[in-house]
């Protein structure tokens, strides 16, 4: 499976400030999504970036992705409370077998 | 809006018990699947399907089985329930003509085997 895999697994951080989080993965893919998801909640689709670009921002979310290394970052500025959660990679390819990783657990203190 | 609901949020059952976890999309969407997540172990995918009377194994279905006999339904069934299938369920659906692969989810079931 092409499973993605976030670190950190949990992230602290003060509201205002920036939140980076990274995710790898293993085989060669069509693009990388990042999901985001609300305690005791689905998972939300946030952002998608494909194999062939670097990177694109979205409001306040800016992803990266470095085919070569096998990475991608999500960078959430200027975060909120609202934006604690648990964000997930999740790579994509022509496989059907969309698998994710463990999460990065976000929690922004106010 | 997409929209895909699962049958009750929260389900307490007794070890042994046949248990039934329906998921319903309504966009047309070919592909769906079944996770569970578990702390510290995050999604791992149970089965999927790709079209209608379709499935394929994920990485963890044993205990578990599937039915898809229509295309907006795909329901979860544990024939004889375990403590150690209690876990969070996430029903899913994706419309692989989309090409961007998103997918998009239930809000999740809680389900407690005792």
């Known amino acids: 499976s092409q499973q993605g895999e976030e670190d950190p697994q949990a992230l602290s951080i003060q509201e205002g400030e920036n939140a980076t989080m990274n995710c790898s993965y293993k085989t060669s893919i069509n693009n990388l999504q990042w999901y985001r998801q609300n305690s005791g909640r689905g998972l939300v689709h946030l952002i998608l970036i494909r194999s062939n670009e670097r990177e694109k921002h979205s409001g306040r979310l800016r992803v990266t992705l470095d085919t070569s290394k096998k990475s991608s970052s999500l960078l959430i500025t200027a975060s909120r409370a609202a934006d604690t959660a648990s964000y997930f990679c999740r790579s994509g390819g022509s496989n059907y077998k969309l698998t994710f990783g463990k999460g990065t657990l976000l929690t922004v203190n106010p | 809006d997409v929209k895909v609901t699962q049958s009750s949020r929260y389900l307490v059952k007794r070890t042994g018990e046949k248990v039934f976890l329906e998921c319903v999309q309504d966009?047309?969407?070919?592909?769906m699947f079944w996770y569970r997540q578990d702390p510290g172990l995050g999604l791992r995918l149970i089965y999927f399907s790709y079209d209608v009377k379709m499935k394929e194994k994920g990485d963890i279905p044993e205990g578990y089985s599937v039915s898809r006999e229509k295309k907006e339904r795909f329901s979860l069934i544990l024939e004889s329930a375990s403590t150690n299938q209690t876990s969070m369920y996430l029903c899913?659906?994706?419309?692989?003509?989309?090409?961007?692969?998103?997918?998009?989810f239930g809000p999740g079931t809680r389900l407690t085997v005792l």
């Open positions: 899913a659906s994706r419309d692989p003509r989309m090409g961007n692969n998103e997918q998009f």
């Open positions: 966009m047309d969407h070919e592909n």
